[in-house]
């Protein structure tokens, strides 16, 4: 039996804020912004919600302090002043990393607890209701009940999941991505590629996903390459920006896989942006599946009339090689990290510890 359900309020197209926002307005008094440095105000978010907030009589604080793979620390700082401030309700703005803050921060002041107890599930009674604006295009976190957060002193990558984190309501314009680099540009649309197929490759797939995420591929597919030439081209943002949002509804649903698990590490010790660190795995990890996902793949490849060749060329072109020649003690020691991490039941099989180390030693 499939089932989908995703209680999340999306509105997609230019100028939603201005045209739907007033939906917000009986969700609480105070907003509790939450921002990366540059991005919210680049992409004319921020703007765009303070507008907003002036409009429909609400008072706000804006946090601008998250960082990319956001810290345990930076949540905690969060959660002081949204309780000092008495907020209540949460507007994160940016990409993956203030989406997934926000979250953290709405369910953490909801439940008087510190960052690192997000990981406990059983302090999770309640959460203020979050608000998601993405200014990427490529985690889909405005649709999903996912939070990745960072331990710096254990030097690790780990999300924490929960229902109640699961945005209220989610304003997708595709002008917020206008101003994202080539290099963000291509590296979030592999992560919505990634979270696309990891809808295939997962044991939770789901048929009623299917259409969303061979449409959200060859959106990817088609709209990338062209969009790094033309990166001021809505036409080809409004086409990533859907794709991600398809691969945010797969995600919410199916969950990850180890494609995900293996890139946590190649990111927190290797700086490898979220995106490009599933990147570098994609070719590996689908000739891994594949034997356990024929159907699946061959329906994937007549939907897109293309054979797998074909899609290996298509990501090689993209020039995401890394030639990283990773030792064999830092292999060793991710390794236990990658095969604990909660993403691991998802696999379309069992994976064995060898299976891991050939794609790590192949980067
Ligand atoms: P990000 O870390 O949020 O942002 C990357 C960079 O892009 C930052 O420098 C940011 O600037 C900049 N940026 C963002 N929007 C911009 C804009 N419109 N114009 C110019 N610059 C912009 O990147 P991300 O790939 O979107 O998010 C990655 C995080 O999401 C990772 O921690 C990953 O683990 C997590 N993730 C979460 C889920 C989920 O379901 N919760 C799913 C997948 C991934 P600022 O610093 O100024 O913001
Ligand atoms: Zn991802």
């Known amino acids: 039996m499939d089932r989908i359900y995703l209680p999340v ?18 969700i609480g008094q105070k907003a ?33 302090e998250v ?15 949204f309780l000092y401030n008495k907020c209540d309700f949460v ?12 979250k953290a921060i709405a369910l953490g002041a909801a439940n008087n607890i510190t960052g690192l107890d997000l990981y406990n599930g059983d302090l999770h009674q309640q959460c203020y209701p979050i608000i998601a604006i993405p200014t990427t295009s490529g985690t ?33 314009d595709p002008r917020y991505t206008l101003s994202v680099s080539k290099t963000v540009t291509r590296d979030t649309a592999l992560d919505a590629l990634s ?12 048929q009623l996903l299917f259409p969303l995420i061979f449409e959200g591929i060859q959106l990817i597919m088609s709209h990338l390459p062209a969009c790094l030439e033309d990166l001021s081209s809505f036409e080809h943002r409004e086409a990533l920006m859907r794709a991600s949002l398809y691969g945010g509804m797969v995600i ?48 994937l490849f007549t939907y897109l009339h293309i054979e797998m060749s074909d899609f290996f060329k298509w990501i090689d072109d993209l ?41 790590l030693k192949s980067l």
């Open 9 to 26: 309020d999306i509105y997609f197209g230019a100028n939603c804020v201005a045209q739907h926002g007033e939906h917000i307005t009986s």
């Open 140 to 172: 889909g976190s405005e649709v999903t009940q996912y939070s990745v957060l960072t331990n710096k002193h254990e030097q690790k990558k780990a999300g924490f999941t929960s229902p109640m984190i699961f945005p209220i309501v989610a304003f997708l």
């Open 195 to 206: 979270h696309l197929l990891e809808g295939l490759y997962s044991v939770k797939r789901n």
């Open 91 to 102: 507007i994160g703005i940016g990409g993956g990393s203030p989406l997934d803050a926000a």
């Open 319 to 359: 020039g995401i090689n890394q030639n990283l020649e990773l030792e064999d003690e830092w292999i060793d020691k991710k390794i236990l990290e990658i095969i604990q991490s909660r993403n691991m039941v998802n696999n379309p099989f069992i994976v064995e510890v060898d299976q891991i180390k050939q794609i």
């Open 32 to 64: 509790f912004i939450v921002t990366g440095a540059h991005s919210a105000k680049a992409s004319g978010a921020e703007a765009d919600i303070v507008d907003l907030l002036k409009r429909i009589g609400k008072e706000y604080y804006i946090y601008s």
């Open 252 to 299: 919410a649903h199916a969950g990850t896989t180890l494609q995900h698990s293996i890139g946590y590490p190649l990111t927190s010790n290797y700086g490898l942006s979220h995106g490009l660190a599933n990147a570098v795995v994609m070719k590996g990890i689908m000739k891994l599946y594949s034997p356990a996902i024929q159907n699946e793949l061959k329906q």
């Open 67 to 81: 960082t990319e793979n956001p810290e345990i620390e930076i949540i905690d700082k969060g959660i002081s002043l």
